[in-house]
């Protein structure tokens, strides 16, 4: 198993989840999170299998840290923005399929994320959102690149763009979300993912 200060790595019947953590729950995408991360899914690379991404009942994770990044130069910006893009690249090529498990809240930098893995399942609880948009800001690790590829052009505005979050059901609607109980594999992935 491996396990690191911001996530840990389990395996359920066969299936690995990773699991995003951190000591208040909200699994914020910090620069030492993100870096991580990076090097985790690069250990796990080596071994192309399956992958799901998870965080915990309340969060799938709350996004980059607002205090850490307005802390920064222009200069550190746009360097913890390549950093960011260079997680969300690695995710989107990882040679086996990775799914966002979403529980709770999925919000900027973490829907960035979910947005970066191949499929994404959420709870009925889900909650999803670039709040940047209410701050004056768009995010900078390429989900503004992402979902319209997913979606059509004005519905994907709908989501970047709105400063109050969308529900589930709205994502679903898009067709770039999935709902928790479609599938049988779902439903057998959720009783390990909202341990």
Not at 58 to 69: K, P, Q, T, V
Request: positive net charge; glycine residues 10%.
């Amino acid at each position: 198993m491996l396990t690191a200060e911001f996530f840990h790595l389990e395996t359920h019947d066969g299936v690995r989840v990773l699991r995003l953590r951190s000591d208040d729950g909200t699994n914020r995408l910090t620069l030492d999170c993100v870096l991580a991360l990076t090097d985790g899914f690069h250990d796990l690379a080596r071994r192309s299998e399956s992958l799901i991404v998870a965080g915990s009942r309340r969060f799938f994770s709350a996004g980059a840290d607002l205090s850490e990044i307005a802390a920064l130069t222009g200069s550190e910006a746009r360097e913890f923005s390549r950093i960011g893009q260079t997680l969300m690249t690695t995710i989107e090529r990882f040679p086996a399929p990775v799914y966002a498990a979403i529980c709770g809240y999925c919000m900027g930098g973490g829907l960035d994320l979910a947005l970066a893995c191949h499929r994404r399942i959420a709870s009925p609880d889900a909650v999803l959102a670039h709040r940047g948009a209410a701050l004056g800001l768009i995010t900078g690790w390429g989900g503004t690149q992402r979902l319209p590829r997913l979606v059509e052009k004005q519905r994907h505005s709908k989501c970047l763009w709105r400063p109050r979050s969308c529900t589930r059901e709205m994502h679903c609607a898009m067709g770039w979300l999935m709902g928790w109980q479609r599938t049988l594999w779902q439903r057998q992935c959720s009783e390990f993912i909202l341990r």
